[in-house]
């Protein structure tokens, strides 16, 4: 039983959705361009379940490129009708276009100058007739088999809003790029923006040795630093070679346990290393793409290293 409800439910609401995608008329495209030419912000309002939707909406909008805030009807009419401007459009959601805190808004909005655009599910009520531009989800029925609460009504809403969203943000020509620089600690921004050089141990955080270095001097800076491996360099820190902790355990088994060799000779020159401004998602494919897996790779400008880019950084740096 419950299942055959929950049927119904989604296939009613995604019948709802097809519906409203065939009757986009004209005032959508209106919209489009009234957000795109708004030389101030797109301000949602709404009360109740259509307020989270506007609340909601606010958010997409500003993530994909075009500066928004939620403004709570009830509060509105109380002082907060202050951060509305003549260079604004306010974006008002009432699935019944009779929401009384939504009604007394037109005035004040108009006479601020702004223009208002309703997103409802009654074309012909007070609201729409007070509207500068009506979005009509055309729903006449909820999902809930009572016909009460919030459901088609609301998802309709938050479609046709995701709609409206990113129409404008393809008319910018908004990027990945840009979405990034709104999303800084999201794993798409980390991708976009982070690169080598913001993960990378830096030279006093990392095991740097002379190639006269000993064994136990390299084993120490080895573990002092917290690090899975020493970088060799000469004394203009030019790269000479990198030896790892397994580099040095080998070398115990295979000597018997001789501790005299010279970092020179512990060492391997042929070493795989990465460019400081290289994307951080670049340097996890270098990784990836090595045919031995290592754990630690030197960073290096014009030859001279400038650090060290750990394997487990990157991980922890969010990036996937």
Known sequence: ?????????????????L??????????????????????????????KSGHI??????????????????????????DLGMVTDQDIVLLYSHSGETDEIVKLFPPIRAIGAKTVLVTGR??????????????????????S????????????????????????????FRSEDFAKFHPSGSLGKRLLLRVGDVMR???????????????EVSQAITEAGVGAACVVAEDYQLLGLISDGDLRRHLQQSGGKLDEAASQLMSS???????????????EAFQNLPKKIGEMPVLADGKLLGLLMLKDLVRSGIV
Do not use: Y
Request: hydrophobic letters at 45%; glycine letters at 8%; charged letters at 20%.
């Open 146 to 173: 009572i016909n009460l609460a919030p459901t088609t009504s609301t998802t309709a809403m938050l479609a046709l809003s995701d709609a409206l969203a990113i129409a404008v943000m393809d008319r910018r020509g």
């Open 1 to 17: 039983m419950s299942l055959r409800t929950a049927q119904r439910v989604l296939q009613e609401e995604a019948q709802a959705l």
């Open 270 to 284: 042929n070493v795989a290393t990465l460019e400081p401004d290289l994307l951080a998602i670049e340097g996890l």
């Open 123 to 144: 074309q012909n009520s007070s609201c729409a007739r007070e509207a500068g531009l009506v979005l009509c989800t055309g729903v006449d029925r909820e999902a809930c």
């Open 54 to 79: 506007a609340r909601k909406t606010a958010g997409t909008l500003s993530s994909t490129g075009t500066p928004a805030l939620f403004l709570h009807a009830a509060e509105a009419v109380h002082g």
């Open 202 to 216: 830096k030279l006093d955080e990392m095991a740097v040795v002379k190639p006269t270095a000993t064994f136990l």
């Open 19 to 48: 519906a409203l995608a065939e009757a986009l008329d004209g005032s959508f495209e209106q919209a489009v361009k009234w957000i795109l030419a708004c030389n101030g912000r797109v301000v949602t309002c709404g009360v109740g």
